[in-house]
Nanobody, 121 residues
């Protein structure tokens, strides 16, 4: 079965750092683009960062540029999100996402269960 399992969330003070990890199984990891999304109370789920299947390209939301870094290890079927200079507004549940499209453009998407990140003094 397909599994995406996030870890590394927790409570951190403003200005601190956390590293989130996602372990994948049950699909060909190296053929999927991987992303981190987040959802705060009362807000829509938003894209945080995305990395291509090969790891050769990345995209970040504007508010995360310069603070967050996404990376992947296709030999270990893992994707990580390094978060630095954390702010209270970064508080949210963070989700791991895998996606690919077939030759018809049809999407195949999997989601993890999420991990809570709380930034507070």
């Amino acid at each position: 079965q397909v599994q995406l399992v996030e870890s590394g969330g927790g409570l951190v003070q403003p200005g601190g750092s956390l590293r989130l990890s996602c372990a994948a199984s049950g699909f060909i990891f190296s053929t999927y683009a991987m992303s981190w999304y987040r959802q705060a109370p009362g807000k829509e789920r938003e894209l945080v960062a995305r990395i291509t299947s090969s790891g050769g390209g990345t995209n970040y939301a504007d508010s995360m540029k310069g603070r967050f870094t996404i990376s992947r290890d296709n030999a270990k079927n893992t994707v990580s999100l390094q978060m630095n200079s954390l702010k209270p507004e970064d508080t949210a549940v963070y989700y791991c996402n895998a996606e690919r499209r077939d030759s018809w453009g049809r999407p195949y998407t999997y989601w993890g269960q999420g991990t809570q990140v709380t930034v507070s003094s």
